[in-house]
């Protein structure tokens, strides 16, 4: 794994990013449906309130994986992100699907939502913290356009798990520099771009400064993943084995519902709720 560790002020390029997405959606390569998806969505639905229609944001959706099987009857969901060919993919799976009018996909940035206050009951946005120059903007406009008692569900990437894997191959001096970077950026997926990582108390103190309250903290792909490593191969292969080995799968999965060893999984869901705010009275 190659490390790019930055300062902000150097940033992750937001055009490169879409270009990337871009160029993923065109050639019918997007990452997603994977063993993390669908854990992440069965995580995701029993979060979500069904029993009163309930306007949804899957904020950087790319081709729409979470938000098309959140929509249904009494869900409306708005599916936004920066890349327009996933977009584009989003559309084509919507029809496919007879979604109609359930389903509406726009293009926009999450640091800066094309949307008025209090638009909507819960908001999703999974494996975009790892690409975001300004978290603290895009969590005060996620707040903003939250309704009272509004979800949201939101992701991240570890940066213990990513010091732990590259203590365990040797490379001790890489490790080293994911622990003192005050901002961690690694490229670890091969054709995606760079991630930025995120401490349990980073997120903690993320969320509660613009008064989150957090309701559910999951880790998720514990020790399997650490393969990619110890093997030397790629993200996709070390989903593979863990498929081919029930063990470990039930090992992962009972890692992930009981939150054992959650400083030590690779990914986080965060699922919180705005809080009502304080009205003084004069």
Known sequence: M?????????ELSKQQIISCYDDLARSGRFPDDTYLHRTFQGIIEPQIESTKPLDILDAGGGSGFFGLNLASSERRVTILDLSLEAL???QKRSNKI??????????GDVE????????FDAIICIFVFSHLNDPISAICEFKRVLRHSGQLIVSFENRYWHIVAEGLVEKYSEAISLL??????VKAYGILPPVRLYTVLEIEKLLSDQDLQITSFKGV??????QEHLKGIGTTDAERLMYNDLNALELEKRLTDSGELLCLARH????CEKKHEKRHSF
């Open 221 to 226: 792909r514990h020790l399997t993943s650490f």
């Open 112 to 119: 800066n939502l094309p949307f008025l206050d209090a638009t």
């Open 88 to 90: 584009k993919t989003t």
């Open 2 to 10: 190659r490390l790019i560790l930055q300062k902000m002020s150097l």
């Open 98 to 107: 007879n979604s109609g009018n359930k389903v509406t996909a726009i293009a």
């Open 268 to 271: 986080f869901l965060v699922c």
């Open 180 to 185: 003192s970077a005050s901002v961690p950026i």
